[in-house]
């Protein structure tokens, strides 16, 4: 176990809906990482937000955004969903600073499924 | 951006044997070198990392190696067990840039013959 938690763990829904994906970081880490995992684009860097702003963005789309809380959960939106957007959806945190603060720690991942 | 290349994509080997996963990385800046492994629907675990400053880096059977000149660095598994099958994937970060996504590679499917 990381540490770090997701919810919901399953997701079903359909073309053109919208969801919300949770996530809540390790005790202590201030940044928050999101990261999609197909089977043709592998693991893909989406998101970064650090202390509840936005740090670094990666190939994420404009259908996507996300937001960090003063409590630190972030939430990732998806909306207007395609079948393409079906996917492991995983957030990863890492501690402040020091040497070790590159040290990403996976949650266990949402499964989204789109119909 | 950075491009990080890995092969093979599938590798088998037999149990107490050897593997060896090698990966390119395009920016010359980067400077953290993790590798994760991840078992059928789990999240990716970190097994080891290295930093630019480091040749090799070691933690029991595993280890790694960077080549900072030819920008490529290698996930050496010896004394293979069954529980090593899972997928690898070796990712490249620029660490101080203020963006700290990682990028990783397409992953190797380990594979442990009894």
């Known amino acids: 176990d990381s540490g770090v938690t997701q919810t919901p763990k399953h997701l079903i829904t359909a073309t053109g809906q919208r969801v919300t994906l949770r996530c809540s970081p390790r005790s202590g880490d201030l940044s928050v990482y999101w990261y999609q995992q197909s089977l043709d684009q592998g693991l893909q860097f989406l998101i970064q937000y650090y202390n509840g702003e936005e740090r670094a963005k990666g190939n994420i789309l404009e259908r996507f955004s996300a937001q960090q809380f003063p409590d630190l959960h972030s939430e990732l939106n998806l909306s207007s969903l395609e079948l393409g957007d079906s996917a492991l959806y995983f957030c990863?945190?890492?501690?402040?600073?020091?040497?070790?603060?590159?040290?990403?720690?996976f949650g266990p991942g949402t499964r989204l499924l789109v119909l | 951006g950075e491009n990080v290349e890995q092969h093979p994509s599938t590798l088998s080997v037999q149990e107490g044997d050897s593997a060896v996963i090698k990966c390119t990385y395009s920016d010359s800046a980067s400077n953290y070198f993790p590798w994760y492994k991840q078992e059928l629907g789990k999240r990716p675990q970190l097994i080891i990392d290295i930093r630019s400053n480091v040749g090799e880096k070691k933690d029991q059977r595993i280890a790694v190696t960077l080549n900072k000149t030819a920008k490529h660095f290698s996930l050496h598994i010896t004394e293979t067990q069954p529980e090593d099958s899972a997928v690898y994937f070796c990712a490249a970060l620029f660490s101080g840039g203020g963006a700290d996504g990682l990028t990783f590679g397409k992953g190797t499917h380990l594979i442990i013959q009894p």
């Open positions: 990863a945190s890492s501690v402040v600073a020091g040497l070790a603060r590159e040290t990403q720690y």
